[in-house]
Nanobody, 131 residues
Framework: QVQLVASGGGLVQPGGSLRLSCAAS???????????IGWFRQAPGKERAGVIC????????YYSDSVKGRYTVSRDDAKNTVYLQMNNLKPEDTAVYYC?????????????????????WGQGTQVTVSS
């Protein structure tokens, strides 16, 4: 019912910034307001973990402790796109980043990020922080 396309990854030096995009295509009769959109990341040898999750219906947002104060989420409703702005990047932020979606009837932003996961996934985009 929703297709996601993530983009914007790349190589950046420590302290730098990147903005990732998650473009959503929603089935007829639905809108992005029905969903929680989450950004997750998976570093080599580690499990995928929630970073920021936002309930589009009310903008209730959960931030993981590891990115609080450095990452922010925003959206462009006209484009059905959710953005992840990453500032002051650190080498430990290196990972494949994914966006995911789950209907807000069955999850909250916090629950989704803290292990609930998503039902719909975009392809990953690699973020590498290195000098």
């Amino acid at each position: 019912q929703v297709q996601l396309v993530a983009s914007g990854g790349g190589l950046v030096q420590p302290g730098g910034s990147l903005r990732l995009s998650c473009a959503a295509s929603v089935a007829s009769g639905y809108s992005l307001d029905f969903y929680v959109i989450g950004w997750f990341r998976q570093a080599p040898g580690k499990e995928r973990a929630g970073v920021i999750c936002i309930d589009v219906s009310d903008d209730n947002t959960y931030y993981s402790d590891s990115v609080k104060g450095r990452y922010t989420v925003s959206r462009d409703d006209a484009k059905n796109t959710v953005y992840l702005q990453m500032n002051n990047l650190k080498p430990e932020d290196t990972a494949v980043y994914y966006c995911g979606a789950r209907m807000n009837l069955i999850t909250t932003s916090e629950a989704m990020c803290r292990g609930g996961g998503a039902d719909y996934w975009g392809q990953g985009t690699q973020v590498t922080v290195s000098s």
